[in-house]
């Protein structure tokens, strides 16, 4: 899949940026991201997640109020529940967060390292990268109704032989249709294929 191994290359490029890990929510809509990506110290996301940090993270409330990067350290990114303090004791000393697209479809993205700060290249960096993985994963507005068809058919339940039969196509007509799907949706099985089908609303 051509554009599975573009994202894992910039995906790659952007964790030799961030030696202390990255998260990455690409499309986040209904305050869900469609697609996620991170590396940071699962000691941390543990943590996080048990913590409901989410609600209280400086990086999202900024992410969602305007586009743009900037670093952790930026007066301008104020930090009330001390969550900055908090990561820091993991590892994760100095950051940088990248806003990008409209607020209907926002990637969000963070980077931290533990030696020091980010400098002006490595934010342009990795800011580059962020805006490619939003271009390269933009939602498709529609599949064909070849790929609808294939796909209800198995949401409904039905295995190959019988989606096939019911759609009058041989079965290797059909899995042809389910793996367009797929790579339409960029999606690695045909059940992450159907699930991303119906959050953007195309099935």
């Not at 350290?73 to 900055?84: A, H, I």
Request: with cysteine; aromatic share 8%; hydrophobic share 40%.
């Amino acid at each position: 899949m051509s554009n599975q191994i573009g994202i894992d290359r910039r995906l790659h490029e952007l964790g030799a940026i961030a030696p202390r890990g990255y998260f990455v929510g690409l499309h986040i809509r209904f305050t869900s991201p469609l697609l996620t990506f991170q590396t940071y110290d699962q000691k941390w996301i543990d943590h996080y997640t048990n913590n409901g940090y989410v609600l209280r993270d400086p990086m999202t409330a900024w992410g969602f109020s305007q586009t743009g990067s900037i670093r952790w350290s930026d007066p301008k990114l104020p930090d009330p529940f001390g969550l900055f303090i908090e990561c820091a004791e993991y590892g994760l000393k100095y950051g940088m967060t990248v806003s990008y697209g409209p607020i209907s479809s926002r990637t969000i993205a963070s980077a931290a390292r533990e030696d020091r700060e980010f400098t002006d290249d490595e934010i342009a960096k990795a800011t580059e990268i962020v805006h490619n993985l939003h271009d390269v994963t933009q939602p498709p507005d529609e599949l064909t109704v070849a790929q609808i068809e294939a796909l209800k058919c198995i949401a409904g339940g039905d295995r190959h032989a019988a989606a096939a039969a019911k759609l009058g196509i041989s079965e290797s007509a059909l899995k042809a249709r389910l793996n367009s799907a797929r790579q339409r949706l960029m999606a690695r099985t045909t059940a992450e294929a159907i699930q991303r089908a119906k959050d953007y609303r195309l099935l």
